[in-house]
């Protein structure tokens, strides 16, 4: 599986953004999936998930409200919707996906993309 993803740029305070994760090799409806971030000097974090079985979505406190992962199975795309964004989401996204794995452990993913740069001006 290849993982693409794109979508990032530089967005005012407020203002909103949608991330995408194109896949080849695979149908990403067999994946769980996650949208995770790394701003400079921080571990990374995860901001999203999606369950390949029910579609069931988790998102931690900091982005819940705010955020939106969605799942467009004929593109074979999973996308990352962002609202009312903050300073403080400036980072690297990136997306990930594992067949069997869902949760917040960056580390049990098996693929991922390779990062897209999102940069929010106050």
């Known amino acids: 599986v290849q993982l693409q993803a794109s979508g990032g740029g530089l967005v005012q305070a407020g203002g909103s953004l949608r991330l995408s994760c194109a896949a080849s090799?695979?149908?990403?409806?067999?994946?769980?999936m996650g949208w995770f971030r790394q701003a400079p000097g921080k571990e990374r974090e995860f901001v999203a998930l999606?369950?390949?079985?029910?579609?069931?979505?988790a998102y931690p406190d900091s982005v819940k409200g705010r955020f939106t992962i969605s799942r467009d199975s004929a593109a074979n795309t999973v996308y990352l919707h962002m609202n009312s964004l903050k300073p403080e989401d400036t980072a690297v996204y990136l997306c990930?996906?594992?067949?069997?794995?869902?949760?917040?452990?960056?580390?049990?993913?098996?693929?991922w993309g390779q990062g897209t740069l999102v940069t929010v001006s106050s």
């Open positions: 999606i369950n390949r079985a029910d579609d069931r979505t």
């Open positions: 090799g695979l149908p990403l409806s067999l994946y769980n």
């Open positions: 990930a996906a594992d067949r069997h794995y869902y949760g917040v452990r960056d580390n049990q993913y098996d693929y």
